[in-house]
């Protein structure tokens, strides 16, 4: 079964600093790799998403993410941090084409300071 | 694009009732999903639902606990029977659109 794992159930960046929020899956098939962004009291939105072609992904509100099937991981980075990408992010996989069945990391809170 | 209403939005039940959580799509789709988020866990897919079938419903997970209703194309119910405290939790259903799943606001269920 896949499964995907986030290192860090919270991670604290300054304001301005580098945003690094780690996600590793198990997997002996290529995957379908997805980030969403959680914020308060909100359904989920989908930052960015890798099916196939080029292994760095860009999504929206400046994030990207970097496929590395060696390394089995989809990292998830932002050069420079605002007060407003404080929320809860999951990293997702899924393997089927149409991604309609999801397995979620268990998210990753992200916190902003001034 | 699918932008998906849930409706309670937050519920405070007593154990031994059950609550019925409401779920519209702006949009016809063939798949739609039921989440839960348990406090300080990942979101768990409780069953797939697709309009003119019986839903399918992931390992853990029974239609008698959980029964799911899928009249049309742009509407879903998930009711949670029979509640326990440990049913408290997140209800999040989704909707898969052009092979890209998007998400409701939730609904935020407490059981005492």
């Known amino acids: 079964a896949q499964s995907v794992t986030q290192l860090g159930s919270h991670v604290s960046v300054s304001e301005g600093a580098l945003v690094l929020l780690r996600c590793n899956y198990s997997?002996?098939?290529?995957?379908?790799l997805f980030w969403y962004v959680q914020y308060p009291n909100q359904g989920l939105q989908l930052l960015l998403k890798?099916?196939?072609?080029?292994?760095l992904v860009k999504g929206i509100n400046g994030f990207e993410a970097e496929f590395k099937k060696s390394e089995t991981s989809f990292h998830l980075t932002k050069p420079s941090a605002h007060m407003s990408d404080a929320a809860e992010y999951f990293c997702?996989?899924?393997?089927?084409?149409?991604?309609?069945?999801?397995?979620f990391g268990k998210g990753t809170m992200l916190l902003v300071s001034p | 694009s699918a932008v998906i209403s849930q409706k309670p939005s937050r519920d405070i039940c007593q154990r031994g009732t059950s609550l019925t959580i409401q779920c519209q799509v702006d949009s016809q789709v063939t798949m739609m999903f039921w989440y839960r988020q348990q406090p300080g866990q990942s979101l768990t897919l409780i069953a797939t639902?697709?309009?003119?079938?019986?839903?399918?419903?992931e390992s853990g997970f029974v239609i008698d606990k959980f029964p799911i209703s899928r009249p049309n194309l742009t509407f879903s119910t998930l009711t949670v029977s029979n509640m326990s405290p440990e049913d408290s939790s997140i209800y999040l259903c989704?909707?898969?659109?052009?092979?890209?799943?998007?998400f409701g606001p939730g609904t935020r269920l407490t059981v005492l």
């Open positions: 989704s909707a898969s659109p052009d092979n890209e799943q998007f």
């Open positions: 639902a697709n309009q003119g079938s019986e839903a399918t419903y």
């Open positions: 997997s002996s098939v290529p995957p379908y």
């Open positions: 890798y099916t196939t072609g080029a292994t």
């Open positions: 997702a996989v899924s393997y089927t084409t149409g991604y309609s069945t999801l397995t």
